[in-house]
Structures are given as C-alpha cells and as structure tokens.
C-alpha cells in the first residue's frame, strides 16, 4: 500500500465530500491562488487512498492546477455496500466519469484524469467507456500496468483474498504487521501518526470492494490496443523499481500507448508519495504540453 509522507493538509487544501450523480465521494481538493491553468483527477490504487497523493497537492496548485484526489468507493471515507457487484470495474469507471462530471467547470480549464495502480485500470475503464465524447484533456498511467500483476505480487494478494473470505479486517491487519516486523526492514517503519492513519485507513475499507479490486488485479486483460487508438495525449510514470508490474514492462507498455513515458529515480511503486517534487514536476510538464495553445 502507499504510505504517505505526511498527513497535515497544505493551506491550499481542502477535505470535503463531492456529490455526484452517483453518490458523494470523500476528496482532496487544493486551489491554486489565482484562476487555474486546469484541473485534474488523481485516482488512487488497491488498498489506498486520496491521502497517498497529498504531496502533490501544494506543488501543483502553486503551478495554477486545481487538484482532487479522491477515495473510491469502498476506499477509506467514501465507503460503500457490503455487495461485491457494487465494485466491479465498469461500475468503478461510471463513478469516474460521474466525479469527472461533477468538478468540471468553465473556470476550472482543461481536465486531467491520473491513475495510480489499480487506479490506472479505473482511470482506463472511464476513458474506453466514455467513446468520443472525452472530458478529459489529457491521461496519465502512473505505476500501472497492462494486466494482471507479476506472479510473486498475485500469490500475495490471493493469500489476502483468501483471508477476507475468512477473517474481519483487524486480525488481517495484525498478521499484516507481524509478517512485515517478522522482515527485519526497521528502517522502513513509518512514524506512529502514519502508522495510526494507515491502521484506520485499513479498517475503513469495505471488504468487498477489496476482493473486487483484487481479483481484478489478477486477471484484468491488457486493453493497451484499444487505448492506443483513443486521441488523447497520454503519459506514463514510474519508479525505478516497482513491485507490482516490472518497470520494463511499464516502459514497453508506454511505447505501444505511444505515451511519453517518465520514470522517476529514487522512486518504487509510489513515486507519488515517495518522490513527489519529481512527480509533481513532471505532471506539470506534461499537463502543460497537453493544453490546446
């Protein structure tokens, strides 16, 4: 899961809940101090939250760009049914297009849509689904991949299925942090306040929306020729190293997108929360090359 570096809210920000068409969704949102250059739509991954994007927030709002990030549903404080129907994937990508709909505004400028890990075959659904009448100005596929995640990662996140068919969350979480202190890795602990958010955010989930969003981690298929072929100019960021899709696999996926592609050094599966001057610079390169002169 993301880790975020900090949780105080930079003065530019705000946490709110957004209606929409199809329900009110927990968000982030930060204002710039003037009109916006544009606005974008940071979705976050498999057992995260809007909170992992919270670095970003202050440097892309000083660049003129209005920000939310959002908790999907099911996600930490947006919640959701104990159906697992509720969170399949098209269903995900409608509440997409309805929070797309929802912060689109005249004095917002062009829209941007970010997926981070899952949140990339979200963000990819919504896109695909939304034919030639795109909201969106510009997507960018941040630690994502094609398909399903590599094989040591998928048996990993089946034992984690398999234990939701059985357990509440809160034992999970302890066989978590017993198997994590059980690495030896002490250097990678976060700071209690970290630890304490990341405990709630964990048992704020619905468990249904995980096994949903894990199975299809799983077995999602690589859709990359059919997003190719969508006119939208396309970014694709990722970290030097990545547990969850290979980084070459990334690279590769970028270029059959025909998606600039950045990797971020220093960085894992988070660039976002582990890197986030880098990241956010090179979202506002790109966001910036992306609108219409």
Same mark, same amino acid.
């Not at 199809?22 to 204002?31: D, I, K, N, P």
């Not at 630690?143 to 040591?152: D, K, L, R, Y």
């Not at 894992?268 to 979202?283: D, I, K, Q, V, Y």
């Given at each position: 899961?993301?880790?975020?570096?900090?949780?105080?809210?930079?003065? +530019?920000?705000?946490?709110?809940?957004?209606?929409?068409?199809?329900?009110?969704?927990?968000?982030? +949102?930060?204002?710039?101090?003037?009109?916006?250059?544009?606005?974008?739509?940071?979705?976050?991954?498999?057992?995260?939250?809007?909170?992992?994007?919270?670095?970003?927030?202050?440097?892309?709002?000083?660049?003129?760009?209005?920000?939310?990030?959002?908790?999907?549903?099911?996600?930490?404080?947006?919640?959701?049914?104990?159906?697992?129907?509720?969170?399949?994937?098209?269903?995900?990508?409608?509440?997409?297009?309805?929070?797309?709909?929802?912060?689109?505004?005249?004095?917002?400028?062009?829209?941007?849509?970010?997926?981070?890990?899952?949140?990339?075959?979200?963000?990819?659904?919504?896109?695909?689904?939304?034919? #030639?009448?795109?909201?969106?100005?510009?997507?960018?596929?941040?630690? #994502?991949?094609?398909?399903?995640?590599?094989?040591?990662?998928?048996?990993?996140?089946?034992?984690?299925?398999?234990?939701? #068919?059985?357990?509440?969350?809160?034992?999970?979480?302890?066989?978590?942090?017993?198997?994590?202190?059980?690495?030896?890795?002490?250097?990678?602990?976060?700071?209690?306040?970290?630890?304490?958010?990341?405990?709630?955010?964990?048992?704020?989930?619905?468990?249904?929306?995980?096994?949903?969003?894990?199975?299809?981690?799983?077995?999602?298929?690589?859709?990359?020729?059919?997003?190719?072929?969508?006119?939208?100019?396309?970014?694709?960021?990722?970290?030097?190293?990545?547990?969850?899709?290979?980084?070459?696999?990334?690279?590769?996926?970028?270029?059959?997108? @025909?998606?600039?592609?950045?990797?971020?050094?220093?960085? @894992?599966?988070?660039?976002?929360?582990?890197?986030?001057?880098?990241?956010?610079?090179?979202?506002?390169?790109?966001?910036?090359?992306?609108?219409?002169?």
């Amino acid at each position: 899961m993301s880790t975020p570096p900090f949780l105080a809210l930079p003065a +530019c920000a705000t946490a709110t809940h957004l209606p929409t068409a199809r329900g009110s969704f927990a968000v982030l +949102c930060a204002e710039p101090s003037g009109t916006p250059r544009g606005s974008a739509i940071l979705v976050p991954g498999f057992t995260g939250s809007k909170e992992d994007f919270i670095a970003l927030l202050e440097p892309l709002a000083a660049a003129g760009f209005r920000t939310f990030a959002v908790d999907q549903r099911g996600q930490y404080e947006t919640g959701g049914p104990a159906d697992r129907a509720a969170y399949a994937l098209p269903e995900l990508g409608r509440d997409l297009l309805a929070l797309t709909a929802a912060v689109a505004a005249p004095d917002g400028g062009p829209l941007h849509l970010l997926g981070h890990s899952f949140g990339g075959f979200v963000a990819r659904e919504a896109v695909l689904a939304s034919g #030639t009448a795109l909201p969106w100005s510009s997507l960018t596929l941040l630690a #994502t991949g094609p398909g399903p995640i590599e094989p040591s990662e998928a048996a990993r996140t089946k034992l984690l299925m398999d234990a939701l #068919t059985g357990l509440d969350l809160e034992p999970i979480w302890q066989i978590m942090q017993q198997l994590e202190e059980g690495g030896g890795d002490q250097a990678a602990k976060p700071a209690p306040e970290i630890a304490d958010f990341l405990h709630r955010r964990w048992l704020a989930n619905v468990p249904q929306a995980l096994l949903a969003m894990g199975e299809r981690l799983l077995g999602e298929p690589d859709r990359t020729a059919e997003l190719a072929a969508v006119p939208l100019p396309k970014l694709w960021v990722s970290g030097a190293r990545d547990y969850a899709w290979p980084v070459e696999e990334q690279a590769r996926t970028a270029d059959r997108l @025909g998606a600039a592609y950045r990797r971020i050094e220093g960085a @894992g599966h988070s660039p976002n929360a582990e890197r986030p001057a880098e990241t956010a610079a090179a979202l506002v390169e790109f966001w910036t090359s992306a609108i219409p002169a």
